[in-house]
């Protein structure tokens, strides 16, 4: 198995276990959204920290060296890692939950969130980074998808809380950058602890100072607050972190849009939920177009040059 290949497969769960994550999140939002990200967070550290302890233990096990930082130059650069990582996702989850607060429409999020699919690429123009023709074929059959597959009515007004939730895509997609920037230069699942206690913290302080909350809440909403903090959190972005690994950030984001299928297709196999043919087919799109921008079309064409 290829590293590339191994890195997807590691996406695609990261994307199963988000695509899950919006019915958590919707079902807590009957609490503040700064409260809620800060007790999903602090929940991802817990886990984390035994993890990083655990694969060092495996890694000494195994004869190899562990992730921890050696020099101060690392451990700084793993500081700047985790705080810029970890601002960015702050800020996006922060506008994602408000969001999702505002409107508890789940299709809608998630086909707004899922736009960093298009954004990444877009952006990475500027970094000098110009995609193939396959990947943007590949991106515009992808929103063709997710459209198809979300937005059952359309549109409607445009409301405050989609302004909130494109402003969600855009912060992701520049969170999904750095994350390329500095996941080769260190251990993914210390940044990744890294990156949830900064969200901690900045989540904790933003609920102390735009919110009221109290220990009933958090017992009311404990369920979404332990899915998404265990699963969504610390196992899913920790996922992102090693599946990112040498992988193109446009590639990452496209497998990473799956979610939405995850989310339609759990729906239909565990609460029944029924998928009309349109919802079929965008999900069929949505993976065609993950397929197509991952086909070696270039190698194969410069075999047949050769033969």
């Known amino acids: 198995m290829t590293n590339q290949t191994k890195n997807s497969m590691l996406l695609m769960l990261c994307a199963l276990i988000w695509g899950t994550a919006f019915v958590a999140q919707s079902a807590g939002s009957g609490m503040g959204a700064f409260s809620f990200l800060a007790g999903r967070s602090w929940m991802a550290v817990l886990v984390l920290l035994p993890t990083v302890k655990a694969f060092d233990a495996l890694h000494h096990r195994q004869g190899k060296p562990d992730g921890k930082p050696k020099t101060a130059a690392e451990r700084k650069l793993l500081l700047k890692a ?69 937005m059952k009515d359309g549109f409607g007004s445009i409301q405050s809380s989609d302004w909130l939730l494109l402003l969600c895509a855009v912060l992701f997609s520049f969170q999904i950058m750095a994350v ?32 009221a909350p109290s220990a009933a809440q958090f017992a009311e909403n404990a369920l979404p607050i332990l899915y998404c903090g265990i699963m969504s959190s610390g ?73």
């Open 82 to 150: 985790g705080l810029m990582c970890g601002t960015l996702l702050f800020l996006a989850s922060a506008a994602q939950q408000l969001g999702i607060t505002l409107d508890p429409s789940t299709a809608k999020a998630g086909f707004l969130t899922a736009m960093y699919v298009v954004l990444v690429p877009v952006f990475g123009l500027f970094l000098g980074r110009k995609g193939s023709a396959q990947l943007w074929v590949s991106m515009a059959i992808a929103v063709v998808g997710l459209y198809l597959l979300c």
């Open 180 to 211: 390329d920037h500095f996941s080769p230069q260190m251990d993914g699942v210390r940044l990744s602890l890294v990156e949830f206690f900064v969200v901690s913290v900045e989540s904790t302080a933003a609920a102390l100072l735009f919110e």
């Open 235 to 307: 196992v899913a972005y920790t996922l992102q972190i090693l599946g990112q690994r040498d992988l193109n950030p446009a590639i990452a984001s496209l497998i990473m849009c799956l979610e939405s299928v995850f989310s339609a297709l759990g729906g239909w196999m565990l609460l029944h939920q029924n998928l009309s043919a349109r919802e079929v087919f965008g999900c069929v799109l949505i993976f065609a177009a993950v397929v197509l921008a991952q086909l070696p079309l270039e190698m194969l064409r410069r075999v047949k040059k050769t033969t």
